[in-house]
Structures are given as C-alpha cells and as structure tokens.
C-alpha cells in the first residue's frame, strides 16, 4: 500500500503523520520538553530488590525509579543460543536476588516509557539499532527479521555471519538483519556492523568513566526515526515544512539512509501541510468516543488502565436487503476502521472488540480473517484470537509508549476522568445531609452554603422547600452564595 508522510516541526514539537489512501493512519509527537525515553541505555542503580516480585527497582535520576523484572534481566547461553527476547522463556529463571543486589551499578535499557503512575521499564539485554541491522553486543547469536519472507532467511543469515565473522578483530556480538536490510550490498552492511560496534564502544567506555544514573545512550529523535523506521519501499515521500530541518534531515539521510533521504522533500505552500489530508481533524475525532462510519455504523473507544474497549453498532445503516446481511457488512467496515483507529490513536496492551453478535459461522470467518488482513499493516506486533462465546475478539497490540490521548489530554478537572458528574440535585441533597451532619456537632449562629451557581439556584427554586425545612428543623438560619469558579460537584459549608 502507498503512503507519504508529513511531517510538521515547531520548536516546541514535531508531529509525523502516515498517510494511506489519504487517510491518516498513524501519528507520532515529540515534545521538545517530554521526548520518550525508549532505547535510551542508563548506568543505572538498584535502589530495591523484591523477591516476592521477582523485579527490581532502578534509579536512573529520573522523576520515578524504573521497573526491572527478572524475565528482562539478560543471562548468558552457551552454545550460540539466541538471545533471551528471542527464545522461549520455558527454561527456569535465576531468581533476581542472585543477580542483582542493592546500590549494584547496572547497565540498563528502556524498553516501555513511563506510562501514567508506572516508571520505566528496563532491559538488560541491550540492543543498538542501526539503519540495516540490530546490534546485540552481549550475544554471538545471528539472526534474520520474521518479516522477511521463509525462502531468504536461510541465505541472508549465512551472508550475515560470514560479513560478522570477517569483522571479528573489531568485537564479537550478535546481528539482527532488520526487514529493510533485505537487499543491502555486502558493503553497506559492513559499514553498519562497524558503525553499530563503534557506537557500543563508546558506550562501554563512557559506562567506565560516569557516575550511575547517567545517560549512557540517547536513542535517535524522531525525525531521524523517522527515516530509519518509517520509510520503507511503499513510501512515496517524505515532507516537512523546515527548511532547517529538511536540511539536517538530508544530511543524516545521506550517511546513512541514502534510499530515504532521496525521498525527502522540503514542502513550501503557505497552506499548512496537515490541512493536506485534514489531519487535525482527524486527530480530533481520534480523541473521542465514537467513531463514525461511512455506512451509517458508528464505534464506541472506551480507554481504561486495565484494557480498552471497542464496540460496533449500526446505527443508522440499513442498507442491505436483510438483518444478517447489514450487520455483516458493518462488521466488515468496523473491522478496518478498528484496525486503523488502533495505529491513530496508538492503544496498547488488551483490547476487547464487540463486534455485532452474527449468527452465521462464515459471516464470524470473514470477519474475523478481513481484521487480521488489516492489522497485518500495522508495524506494532498484534495478537488476535477468535471469537469467544461472547461473541467477543480478544487482541493485544504491544505498548512500548503512552496512547495518542495520554499523550495529549489529561483528565477533566471537573470529574476527574470519570466522564460524569452528579446532578445538581444530588448535590444538593449531598449539601442537605452535611449540614445536618455539621449542625449536631457544631452550634454556629448561622450556616452559610458555598456553591457553584446552578446548585444555589436550585436551592432558591425548587429546593427551597426542603432548605427551609432542614433550618426549622437545626433552628439555625442557612444562606446561599453562588461562586462562579466552582464547579457544580464542589461546595464549601462555612460556620459563622
């Protein structure tokens, strides 16, 4: 599938966009104030070990100490055995109090941002990626992406281990080919394997010279991510409206990604590029509940801590000549918007999709293969299982950063995330009760109410009433003062 990418630079942030069929179907943000911490390698120091958690805690200087589970701590394997993220984890674990202990210096890696109240999460095992290959210092294991297709593994991993083996005198470790290293030159893999060595040399020497919690390693920026993860044989072009920018760009581009830097294009209309596609208004709607579909269907996005669910309805559509029919064909809508709904709004880890109940098995069959087609474009490892007798899809999609609305929002001052508030009512029946409550313990000559305007409107109105009733009944006076700055959940009762 054809693409292009935008990309749109301010001092303050940068903002890509991949677009397909001129529809956005990823973006990714990076604040100068708030750039993301994955591939970063720190000197870290461990400040606790859990036993019982079988996990670590590691102060790398940041606002929170990082996660470090035993699972991710890196452990040698004889006999050429690919590295631990790379095999099955069926052979027992060293418990991580025989590995690490309290204020060990340790070299680690982020592999998950900080997302929400949780800290980072660390690797041991580290790797280096470069523009063809990933570097794995501690390891002697070569391998080949999943990506590239069965038939050429076999060959290309025999080519990479003799280009590895030839440059031996400059260090050992292990090689990844990565998808887009597939029709690389002998001499330009060299060049990576020599550059990826370089760079880890001097991480090992400026590890022997730092004190722990010092960034050893700054993984690139997303501009140069940019070029060297994005960009791939489907790309048509790549433009930014910065001169400065595309310029620098152009130059690393140059070094190393000449194929993508030669698809660069420094982008000059007044119009701003991202009202190219409306962008921002599909950015927009990617931060709120429901999704609408062309067929008159409609998706509801709820996004939690735990998971985020995703529910398909008709809606308005009623197109088809029967009930099985329209819902079917909505499904089948729904299931490509989900898929390009999950890359927009970038959702990660358990995702519940509740498509519309379908009674025939070949109508769940095709909908169940068209949403597994549609995943298949995104870059972010998925898992989709099947139908459950529910009639539920469960999926996972691997969450390495925050999801586009974590990103950008923050909950409501009002409710507080919760999407709701109580009534007016309510609050002032909660405000009736307090009184009460304060009215036995106290003997204040006078009760004053603080409230937002509505509730105190409504206290003057149709809950006059009841307020003159609760003041017979304390033999107390209860005044009323409507502030504007509260919100109507909020309420002060003053004791004069």
């Known amino acids: 599938m054809q693409q292009d990418i935008l990309i749109n630079w301010s001092p303050q942030e940068t903002r890509v966009a ?95 941002d900080p997302i929400g109240t949780k800290g980072a999460r660390l690797s041991t095992q580290i790797s280096i990626a470069g523009r063809l290959l990933v570097f794995l210092p501690q390891d ?108 620098l760009m152009q130059s690393f581009g140059k070094e190393f990604m000449p194929a993508a830097a030669a698809k660069l294009q420094l982008y000059k209309m007044e119009r701003p590029i991202f009202d190219l596609y409306s962008i921002d208004e599909d950015v927009a709607r990617a931060l709120g509940r429901r999704v609408d579909l062309k067929s008159g269907g409609y998706l509801i996005v709820d996004q939690t801590e735990a998971l985020t669910t995703i529910d398909v309805n008709t809606g308005g559509y009623v197109g088809a000549r029967n009930f099985d029919d329209t819902i079917f064909k909505t499904n089948l809508e729904a299931a490509g918007a989900i898929a390009r709904q999950l890359r927009l709004r970038n959702l990660g880890g358990i995702v519940i999709v509740d498509f519309i109940d379908m009674v025939r098995e070949e109508h769940q069959s095709a909908v169940l293969s068209e949403f597994r087609k549609q995943l298949s474009r995104d ?59 304060e009215a036995r313990q106290f003997n204040p000559r006078e009760f004053r109410v603080v409230a937002s305007p509505k509730v105190v409107e409504l206290f003057l109105d149709e809950e006059s009433q009841h307020l003159a009733g609760l003041s017979d009944f304390i033999g107390k006076p209860i005044s009323l003062h409507a502030e504007s700055i509260m919100g109507q959940e909020q309420y002060d009762i003053v004791l004069l």
Not at 37 to 63: T, W
Not at 390 to 410: D, F, I, Y
Request: glycine share 10%; with cysteine.
């Open 379 to 437: 870059r972010v490892k998925t898992m989709v299982g099947g139908f459950s007798q529910l009639g539920l899809v469960e999926m996972t999609r691997k969450r390495t950063r925050e999801s586009l609305a974590h990103m950008l929002c923050e909950p409501c001052p009002t409710c507080q995330g919760v999407g709701e508030i109580k009534t007016a009512r309510s609050i002032c029946y909660e405000i009736l009760r307090e009184v009460l409550r």
């Open 140 to 247: 002697d294991h070569v391998g080949v992406s999943q990506k590239i297709p069965l038939t050429e593994r076999e060959a290309l991993r025999a080519r990479l281990q003799a280009l590895v083996g030839d440059k031996s005198s400059g260090g050992g470790g292990g090689f990844i080919l990565r998808t887009n290293g597939e029709d690389a030159t002998d001499e330009e893999l060299s060049e990576d394997i020599a550059y990826l060595r370089k760079t880890w040399a001097g991480i090992r020497e400026a590890a022997q010279r730092m004190p722990p919690r010092s960034l050893l390693y700054q993984d690139l920026n997303l501009l140069q991510r940019v070029l060297r993860d994005l960009v791939g044989e489907q790309t048509q072009s790549i433009r930014i409206d910065s001169n400065e920018q595309h310029a």
């Open 18 to 112: 991949v677009v397909e069929h001129g529809a956005v179907q990823e973006l990714h943000v990076e604040r100068t104030l708030e750039r993301g911490l994955v591939g970063n390698i720190y000197l870290g120091k461990v400040s606790r070990v859990l036993p019982g958690m079988q996990s670590a805690f590691i102060d790398m200087g940041l606002e929170r100490a990082a996660f470090l589970h035993v699972a991710d701590v890196w452990q040698r394997q004889e006999g050429g055995e690919p590295p631990m993220a790379l095999r099955n984890k069926t052979e027992p674990l060293v418990p991580i109090e025989k590995q690490v202990f309290e204020g060990q210096a340790l070299m680690v890696q982020v592999i998950k």
